[in-house]
Every structure is written in structure tokens, then in C-alpha cells.
């Protein structure tokens, strides 16, 4: 089973920027996408991020579009998650996740992920 580790999770003030990396313990060419998901308390898992490993298409949730960026560097096996402008409400707990097949248009869904990460803790103050 290949592992996900998170990591670049922190405290930052509004209008901060972080820096998120999942690795992988394996290749990533054994997945189709991999996303970014998040989960603040008592709030559902909502998916933030997702970039298909060949081609590197990506799609992102509405409410970090234009702030929020995903990468990948396939020779390394790490997905990135840059996020620039950071508001109070991005405050979650940051989760990397990946899938094996599915349809792209669902790789916003947690149900389309098989595999997951431990998590990271992204706190934003005002």
C-alpha cells in the first residue's frame, strides 16, 4: 500500500502564503489524480485541489481559485499545494489524497479517493 505524508501545514495571519507537499512512497504514474482536501471542525471533507499525474490538468474548488495552486514533480513523487492569500476560513485540517481511475470530473469528491494521507493543520488568524 502506498503511503501519503504531509507536510508544510502551520500558523500564518490573513494574507499569508503556505507551501503544502504530499509525498508519495511510490510512484505517482500508479495513480490518474491526486488532490487536496480539507476538513475544518464540524464540516464535511471538501475537496480544494486535484491534478491529473500525466498531463498535469488541474481543477480547483470555487472558493481558492485564483489563490490556491497544485503541482506536481513526478521524478520526485510529491504533490504540491501553494496557497497565496490566505483568509480565516481556510483554517482546516489539509489532507492529500489519491486516485487510481474514476472520472475526472468527480476529483473533487472524496468518494473518488482510495487512498489518503494522515493530514496537515493549516491555521489562518485574522
Known amino acids: 500500500q502506498v503511503q501519503l505524508a504531509e507536510s508544510g501545514g502551520g500558523s500564518v495571519q490573513a494574507g499569508g502564503s503556505l507551501r503544502l507537499s504530499c509525498a508519495a512512497s511510490?510512484?505517482?504514474?500508479?495513480?490518474?489524480?491526486m488532490g487536496w482536501f480539507r476538513q475544518a471542525p464540524g464540516k464535511d471533507r471538501e475537496g480544494v485541489a486535484a491534478?491529473?499525474?500525466?498531463?498535469?490538468?488541474?481543477t480547483y474548488a470555487d472558493s481558492v481559485r485564483g489563490r490556491f495552486t497544485i503541482s506536481r514533480d513526478t521524478a520526485k513523487n510529491i504533490v504540491f499545494l501553494q496557497m497565496n492569500s490566505l483568509k480565516p476560513e481556510d483554517t482546516a485540517m489539509y489532507y492529500c489524497?489519491?486516485?487510481?481511475?474514476?472520472?475526472?470530473?468527480?476529483?473533487?469528491?472524496?468518494?473518488?479517493?482510495?487512498?489518503w494521507g494522515q493530514g496537515t493543520q493549516v491555521t489562518v488568524s485574522s
Open positions: 489524497a489519491a486516485a487510481t481511475g474514476g472520472a475526472w470530473v468527480r476529483a473533487l469528491e472524496k468518494i473518488a479517493y482510495p487512498v
Open positions: 491534478i491529473q499525474v500525466i498531463g498535469g490538468t488541474t
Open positions: 511510490a510512484s505517482v504514474y500508479r495513480y490518474y489524480y
